[in-house]
């Protein structure tokens, strides 16, 4: 009965909103960003990890009176299970209510490590608290406090963990705590990243347990040398200054070296692997017992070797080297993937995703290093290898093969035979495979369907619909919403490039509205996918009378090596040139105004909304430009080496990419937002813009947030500030009808 009525009240609903006047609409921007969440939808279990080898997952579910409580489901037979209820456990020696932020689980599902206490230090790092919890006897101990890292050994005898730059286990057998290196000091670590190997590699754990859990093996980091950069928020009377060392282009790095902890004997001993002036970005423990793989990269990053060190010796051999005219990926940001090796733990083979024949595919390798075979190719990139099950020599794996705006999962054997696509629906699809691949959590979306949560078997059965949405699609049709819309064009050198747009309120072919291009733009992201679209803020805009527009230009990832690479030495010319391309075709559709439109960004964003607008003077009337690189020689080594080259190899390029150079050339107006606290990309890139726009009696408008990071905004209120001012510059100067009653009624 109680489906039956919510039906047909549903049924009501849905005859309702099909009359355009009965659609609700944002009352001001706030309404708006506080409404995403309604188009974004429920995500499905949360924080899942795959136990029992992967015959069951934990998730985090939330109870009644809204205390998070740890549970397990076991896809065979549709069971829940409580494992962690947080309710009534206080931390120990104390009266205060237990709480944490993550956890994670024992090799044998046995115990759980929950972080607690989190102080965040740079994005993928904190320092926190760690408490050892007993599933079998409920028993709950605090094992690290203040550490940055800590993970269990795989034989749950241990934690092994980092305290201000050194490495320490926890015994469980003898409940005593050992310390394991006593060297750091000031910008000199022992199993932790500074910022830059952080933000640039993409990890934030620098050392890692053997299998057998007899050794620790450790990145040391010697950041002595390396330039200091300075930034303060201007709070009180007398400023307090923030000191990271940061390499810029040029500048001397971070020293590097691994070791290996023998953790019975408390030995170490260092791997025989040359640094030679580059970088260390990934080390694996193989299936052979006391062997540690070591990648090495040139500073340039265009050349590759992967060394097999013995741990007792040191002693190393390269058995894998590669060379790259352009440069050589060990990570993917964008795609979410930490690693392009994949060493199995029971098997002496190792996978990795190169390039080399122009599109990302998996190559097969023995430990002698010699190629075996390449398991996948074609004119498509595989984006993430998700599982290996040696057992029956089957690899899962997600790719771009039915369409660079949509990912799929397939399986395929190691011989590269027997391909099957598991996925049916199209669109975007995220994967949680379990570890043997026995089954696979999908999370999808496309233009016309919101967010799917699904549980599915390897062998094609649905078991489980987490999340179907129901409400954002009920919320779509009883409220204003505009669709993503797909479009591709081919440019006047011939290259064809997909892009979305959104269309407004309304929309009459008829007349003409003012178009924003919001876009991104960076090496290997990808701005265009088939998904739904839920940006809140594009959705104010369509319903305040904009065109909004996006586009996947020569630079993204998703479209070959080729399409990717096309940008090295010289960023912004090639991915402007397509920007400019795009409103340009865009511009030959009769509604689109083509005296009215305007190019927005943020960080890479934001340095390429301000190229734009000042090499392609006149195509652009507003840029609205956040936290931008202006100049690569003032961004990070790592970064910025890797896509421009070495500076002294170089120099026209980085005159030429940079956006202050060509600062003459503003025509229109110009909105930059930056924040004094922005570690990532610093302050000083905004200030040598507005000196160059001055120098050339050129006006642009500044909004300074001090405490924000990179993301600008701060708290709440900075966040509906920002995009306010957003919208005033735009209704402003694009469409003329300026009222600053869009900043008092959003902010307050």
Not at 488 to 517: H, R, W
Not at 731 to 738: I, T
Request: negative net charge; charged residues 25%; hydrophobic residues 35%.
């Amino acid at each position: 009965m109680r489906k039956y009525k919510y039906s047909v009240c549903m049924l009501f609903m849905l005859l309702a909103a099909s009359i355009a006047e009965a659609q609700q609409e944002y009352s001001n921007l706030k309404d708006a960003l506080f409404s995403g969440g309604r188009l974004a939808g429920g995500n499905g279990p949360q924080s899942v990890n795959w136990i029992e080898g992967g015959d069951l997952f934990s998730f985090i579910d939330t109870s009644d009176d809204g205390q998070p409580q740890i549970k397990s489901f076991d896809p065979k037979t549709g069971k829940e299970e409580m494992i962690f209820k947080a309710e009534g456990v206080k931390f120990p020696g104390s009266e205060e209510a237990f709480s944490y932020e993550s956890f994670q689980w024992s090799e044998d599902s046995k115990y759980i490590l929950f972080q607690t206490n989190f102080r965040p230090v740079w994005r993928r790092s904190g320092i926190s608290d760690f408490y050892f919890y007993s599933v079998a006897d409920k028993s709950l101990k605090l094992v690290a406090k203040d550490a940055q890292t800590a993970e269990i050994s795989p034989d749950g005898s241990k934690v092994g963990f980092e305290r201000g730059g050194n490495l320490f286990v926890f015994d469980f057998s003898t409940q005593k705590e050992t310390q394991l290196t006593f060297d750091a000091e000031e910008y000199f670590y022992n199993g932790r990243f500074g910022w830059v190997y952080e933000e640039e590699f993409g990890l934030a754990q620098a050392w890692s347990w053997s299998p057998d859990s007899k050794y620790i093996a450790f990145w040391q980091s010697d950041e002595r040398e390396v330039p200091i950069f300075q930034m303060t928020d201007y709070a009180g009377q007398h400023s307090e200054y923030v000191n990271v060392p940061y390499p810029k282009v040029g500048d001397t790095n971070p020293d590097v070296k691994i070791g290996v902890l023998d953790i019975s004997t408390k030995k170490n001993v260092w791997m025989d692997v040359p640094l030679a002036g580059g970088y260390i970005p990934r080390i694996y423990w193989t299936a052979e017992a006391g062997k540690l793989a070591v990648v090495q990269m040139n500073r340039k990053q265009n050349h590759l070797k992967l060394y097999f060190n013995d741990v007792t010796s040191g002693k190393g051999k390269v058995i894998l080297e590669e060379k790259s005219e352009q440069w050589i990926d060990v990570f993917d940001f964008f795609a979410g993937i930490n690693h392009l090796f994949f060493f199995p733990q029971d098997e002496k083979e190792f996978f990795w995703i190169s390039d080399r024949d122009g599109w990302s595919h998996i190559y097969r390798y023995d430990y002698s290093g010699k190629l075996i075979n390449q398991v996948t190719k074609g004119n498509w990139e595989v984006t993430r290898l998700e599982a290996v099950d040696a057992k029956s020599n089957t690899i899962y794996y997600t790719s771009t093969e039915a369409s660079p705006l949509e990912r799929h999962l397939y399986t395929v054997k190691f011989n590269g035979k027997s391909k099957k696509k598991l996925t049916r629906t199209e669109g975007h699809h995220h994967l949680n495979v379990a570890p043997s691949g026995k089954y696979y959590i999908d999370n999808y979306s496309n233009i016309s369907t919101p967010k799917q949560v699904e549980l599915w078997s390897s062998k094609g059965k649905l078991i489980e619909s987490f999340e179907k949405n129901e409400s954002v699609s009920a919320y779509a049709k009883e409220h204003f919403y505009a669709p993503k819309e797909l479009f591709s064009f081919t440019t006047e050198d011939g290259q064809k490039l997909d892009g979305y747009l959104i269309k407004p309120k309304d929309f009459d072919p008829n007349k003409k509205y003012p178009l924003l291009l919001n876009i991104y733009g960076g090496p290997g992201a990808q701005s265009v996918y088939n998904e739904y679209a839920s940006n809140a803020w594009e959705q104010y805009l369509a319903q305040e009378g904009y065109i909004i527009a996006s586009v996947n230009n020569r630079g993204s990832g998703g479209y070959g090596s080729a399409f990717e690479k096309v940008v090295y030495r010289n960023l912004g010319e090639q991915e402007s040139a397509d920007f400019v391309a795009t409103v340009k075709y865009l511009a030959t559709n009769p509604w689109v105004d083509g005296d009215k439109m305007a190019i927005r960004g943020h960080s890479y964003g934001g340095y390429m909304s301000s190229y734009t607008m000042l090499n392609h003077p006149g195509v652009f009337k507003v840029s609205l430009v956040g936290a931008p690189v202006t100049d690569w020689r003032l961004y990070d080594s790592i970064y910025t080496e890797r896509y421009m080259d070495l500076l002294n190899d170089n120099k026209d390029g980085y005159i030429s990419s940079a956006s202050s150079a060509a600062a003459a050339g503003l025509e229109g107006k110009m909105f930059i937002a930056h924040s004094t606290m922005d570690e990532n990309v610093h302050f000083q890139n905004t200030m040598q813009l507005v000196k160059a726009l001055i120098d050339n009696g050129k006006d642009a408008d500044l909004r300074i947030y001090p405490p924000g990071a990179h993301g600008v905004a701060y708290n709440t209120m900075s966040y509906i500030l920002l995009y306010s001012q957003y919208v005033d510059y735009l209704n402003e100067n694009l469409k003329g009808d300026f009222d600053t009653s869009e900043v008092r009624s959003s902010v307050n």
